[in-house]
């Protein structure tokens, strides 16, 4: 079973930046397609972006343009680098395998909020 482990959330203010890193354990970390997915307060967990193996990436309409995914596999490490952000990107954000889903980190808390 891979373990997955979200960080580098935190308070920021709208219009600010930050870069969440996930690492995995295991070995299949350079052959997976992997993503990123949030949880905001009351809400269902929701797609965010994701990353092929080859390195093309997907984003969801509500951060197109304002986050960046990327990876990095000798590390076995996912990044995503937030700029531009609302209060409405505030959430728990997790990464998680593309599908199937391995089981979930304990995420990384981001508010956004002056």
């Known amino acids: 079973q891979v373990q997955l482990v979200e960080s580098g959330g935190g308070l920021v203010q709208p219009g600010g930046s930050l870069r969440l890193s996930c690492t995995a354990s295991g070995s299949i970390f350079s052959i997976t397609n992997m993503g990123w997915y949030r949880q905001a307060p009351g809400k269902q967990r929701e797609y965010v972006a994701r990353?092929?193996?080859?390195?093309?990436?997907d984003y969801a309409d509500s951060v197109k343009g304002r986050f960046t995914i990327s990876r990095d596999n000798p590390k076995k490490t996912l990044y995503l680098q937030m700029n531009s952000l609302k209060p409405e990107d505030t959430a728990v954000y997790y990464c998680?395998?593309?599908?199937?889903?391995w089981g979930w980190g304990q995420g990384t808390q981001v508010t956004v909020s002056s």
């Open positions: 990353i092929t193996t080859g390195g093309s990436t």
């Open positions: 998680n395998r593309v599908s199937p889903l």
